[in-house]
């Protein structure tokens, strides 16, 4: 098992910077994706962005490309999420997630941290 704990959310002014953290625990050896999801109210969780531990090649949905980029820290087990020029529509629930094999579905998700951008 491996246990995910995301931070770093908070309210933001449009325009502003933020930075989120996911702190894997467990199993993490066995991890060789972490990704970052968002969910906004009334509608379906979408991909953000994802990082590949042993190559550190990243991957970012064309609606974040230019302003999130991911991270990791492997020896500390961290995934960070940096947004700049956060706008309203980025307002979500932010999830952190963790997949045993790269090219397969995420096995395990935190549990959530609120990223509210104010206009």
């Known amino acids: 098992q491996v246990q995910l704990v995301e931070s770093g959310g908070t309210v933001v002014q449009a325009g502003g910077s933020l930075r989120l953290s996911c702190a894997a625990s467990?199993?993490?050896?066995?991890?060789?994706?972490m990704g970052w999801f968002r969910q906004a109210p009334g509608k379906e969780r979408e991909f953000v962005a994802a990082?590949?531990?042993?190559?550190?090649?990243?991957y970012r949905a064309d609606s974040v490309k230019e302003r999130f980029t991911i991270s990791g820290d492997n020896a500390r087990n961290m995934v960070y999420l940096q947004m700049n020029d956060l706008k309203p529509e980025d307002t979500a629930v932010y999830y952190c997630?963790?997949?045993?094999?790269?090219?397969?579905?995420?096995?395990?998700w935190g549990q959530g941290t609120q990223v509210t951008v104010s206009s």
């Open positions: 997630a963790a997949a045993l094999l790269a090219n397969r579905n995420y096995d395990f």
């Open positions: 467990g199993r993490t050896f066995s991890v060789s994706k």
């Open positions: 990082i590949i531990r042993s190559t550190g090649s990243t």
